[in-house]
T-cell receptor, first 115, second 115 residues
């Protein structure tokens, strides 16, 4: 049983295109996240949703737009893709503060390559 | 803002030997959680070990143990009897314990295991 799943796992596209990455978790967690991992392996938080409400919105270009249709899903839409968007994007989820333990569970990542 | 520092970009260890990865963090909170994540070449982020700040006892998971020094804000990971499968990037992470949803990650340490 996959806890946090992402689709697609690989995405190759051209500059200027619009693409989406989907994430689903079956853990019953209330909080979901999007991270970007660059070529140097730095993990940068992008967004976080708690029960469909945006709670973390780091400084990312407004070409990136998250959408959470329900608390089990968090999608990431990227408009007008640029070369610098090439990275691995991770979805993660974690239980709310009332739940223990507090670790994050990560999806397998989506490797986005913009040509 | 909380920061997590991993001062060792790369480490290496002989198979069957012991290695310690360093992590320091900065916080004014008293209730928080610390984690070590492993990212092998498959890129999947895997939780290795967690430590609750209110627990004085150091966490242990099989060959992995931590040295948690709360006053010094230090959280090192010790890997005993290193195996080839331990080769990976290791990330230290911090999360506030009460209402904090955000995780703060260090920049990672790349561990090489030499046969």
């Amino acid at each position: 049983d996959t806890a946090v799943s992402q689709t697609p796992k690989y995405l190759v596209t051209q500059m200027g295109n619009d693409k989406s990455i989907k994430c689903e978790q079956n853990l019953g967690h209330d909080t979901m996240y999007w991270y970007k991992q660059d070529s140097k392996k730095f993990l940068k938080i992008m967004f976080s949703y708690n029960n469909k409400e945006l709670i973390i919105n780091e400084t990312v270009p407004n070409r990136f737009s998250p959408k959470s249709p329900d608390k089990a899903h968090l999608n990431l839409h990227i408009n007008s893709l640029e070369l610098g968007d090439s990275a691995v994007y991770f979805c993660a989820s974690s239980p709310d503060w009332g739940g223990r333990p507090y670790e994050q569970y990560f999806g397998p990542g989506t490797r986005l390559t913009v040509t | 803002a909380q920061t997590v520092t991993q001062s060792q970009p790369e480490m290496s260890v002989q198979e069957a030997e012991t290695v310690t990865l360093s992590c320091t963090y900065d916080t004014s909170e008293s209730d928080y959680y610390l984690f070590w994540y492993k990212q092998p070449p498959s890129r999947q982020m895997i939780l290795v070990i967690r430590q609750e700040a209110y627990k004085q006892q150091n966490a242990t998971e099989n060959r992995f143990s931590v040295n948690f020094q709360k006053a010094a804000k230090s959280f090192s990971l010790k890997i005993s009897d290193s195996q080839l499968g331990d080769a990976a990037m290791y990330f230290c992470a911090y999360r506030r314990g009460n209402t904090g949803n955000q995780f703060y990650f260090g920049t990672g340490t790349s561990l090489t295991v030499i046969p």
